[in-house]
């Protein structure tokens, strides 16, 4: 069965730095997502990935998919305000769609 | 171009009472997903439906029954709502060649 970790749960980000969020899965997977969600809100789609070494950027955000190892990765590049938000994960596996805990992001002066 | 919608957004329901959620997608997509999420965690998935007419349970089926109506149409049935049942509740869809996932804006369940 397909599991979908996320570390850190939270991270308290420092304005001007930079952090990376990782995600791994537990079995092949068919694609993998990565979302935002603010407060009271539904899912904002970030990045879809998928094959072995893909990378998308948008913006201070870059995601990146490693197959063999199973893991994904969100970098944040020079963290601002406007960034503080949940992230998450998800992994696709034969139509079945599971998402990590996510990763509750903060982003302080 | 609506994407996925679903209703009602607000439901407040007692204890034994039943309901129907439902959730409708104009992409024609093939796959669409039932998601509960509750304060502080991530998406549980509940039912799943990878095309018309079949139907899988997820992690957290119990409780709840689905039906996939058309392609356009999954609902989600509470036969009688128990307060463990209050959350925002989310449908999705996936496309066969569109491989993004679409998400509804939720539906905010609360159990007394």
């Known amino acids: 069965e397909l599991k979908v970790e996320q570390n850190p749960l939270f991270l308290s980000m420092q304005e001007g730095k930079n952090y990376t969020i990782y995600c791994n899965y537990s079995?092949?997977?068919?694609?993998l997502y990565w979302y935002r969600q603010d407060p009271g809100k539904s899912l904002e789609s970030l990045f879809v990935?998928?094959?072995?070494?893909a990378v998308k950027q948008e913006g201070r955000l870059m995601a990146s998919l490693d197959t063999k190892a199973r893991l994904s990765t969100l970098h944040i590049t020079a963290a601002v305000h406007d960034l503080s938000a949940t992230y998450f994960c998800?992994?696709?596996?034969?139509?079945?769609?599971?998402f990590g805990a996510g990763t509750t992001v903060t982003v302080r002066a | 171009n609506a994407g996925v919608t679903q209703t009602p957004k607000f439901q407040v329901l007692k204890t034994g009472q039943s309901m129907t959620l439902q959730c409708a997608q104009d992409?024609?997509?093939?796959?669409m997903y039932w998601y509960r999420q509750d304060p502080g965690m991530g998406l549980r998935l509940i039912y799943y439906?990878?095309?018309?007419?079949?139907?899988d349970k997820g992690e957290v089926p119990n409780g709840y029954n689905v039906s996939r109506l058309n392609k356009r149409e999954f609902s989600l049935r509470l036969e009688s709502a128990a307060p463990s049942q209050t959350s925002v509740y989310f449908c999705?869809?996936?496309?066969?060649?569109?491989?993004?996932?679409?998400f509804g804006q939720g539906t905010r369940l609360t159990v007394v």
């Open positions: 079995t092949t997977s068919d694609r």
């Open positions: 998800a992994a696709l596996n034969d139509y079945k769609l599971s």
């Open positions: 999705a869809s996936i496309g066969q060649t569109n491989t993004e996932a679409f």
């Open positions: 439906s990878a095309s018309e007419g079949t139907t």
């Open positions: 990935l998928l094959s072995n070494g």
């Open positions: 992409m024609n997509h093939n796959s």
